[in-house]
């Protein structure tokens, strides 16, 4: 079990993220046209998993708009934003805030995901929703950063998220 706080107060989750170096857990989430989205669909290209609780939030909301911006700077890098909002919700948002290189993704046909990443939130006033994480994957689906977002109300630390590509740019 890990823990996060919402406002300081403590929330336990369901377990930790996947362990850097380890092959990313396997996962099926929905899209904004109900198609199912794989770990496999991430495979060939670098990928940053933006695991949060719910676009209605404000703080997901801007990390959201956040990591779109960097998907238009940065090359070769799938960054899918996961969370139990609706595809319907995720679409509205998207066309709302002009997001469109980003692939918003849903738990909500599969909320395994969140056991699997341990990132659902077992307790608190999300219980069920999913703490806000940050997975990045090598193109071979191999877990070379990771950030669980200690304070619900924090968004991740996109310097440390882009700081981790570099390296493992530079290192090939």
Excluded at 66 to 76: K, Q, S, T, Y
């Amino acid at each position: 079990m890990g823990s996060v706080t919402y406002v300081g107060r403590l929330v336990n989750t369901i377990g930790a993220l996947p362990p850097i170096g380890s092959q990313a857990p396997d996962f099926t989430v929905s899209k904004t046209d109900l198609s199912e989205f794989t770990l496999k669909d991430c495979l060939g290209k670098k990928a940053i998993l933006s695991i949060f609780p719910s676009l209605d939030t404000p703080t997901c909301a801007m990390a959201m708009v956040r990591f779109n911006r960097i998907a238009e700077l940065v090359d070769n890098v799938l960054i899918v934003c996961i969370s139990a909002d609706l595809p319907f919700a995720q679409l509205r948002f998207c066309a709302a805030k002009q997001v469109n290189t980003v692939i918003p993704v849903s738990t909500f046909r599969n909320p395994e995901f969140g056991e699997i990443y341990g990132v659902t939130m077992i307790d608190g006033p999300f219980k069920g929703l999913l703490s806000r994480a940050v997975v990045l994957l090598n193109e071979k689906g191999k877990v070379i950063y990771t950030e669980q977002v200690t304070e619900l109300t924090h968004e991740p630390n996109y310097d440390a998220v882009l700081a981790s590509l570099r390296k493992d740019a530079a290192g090939k």
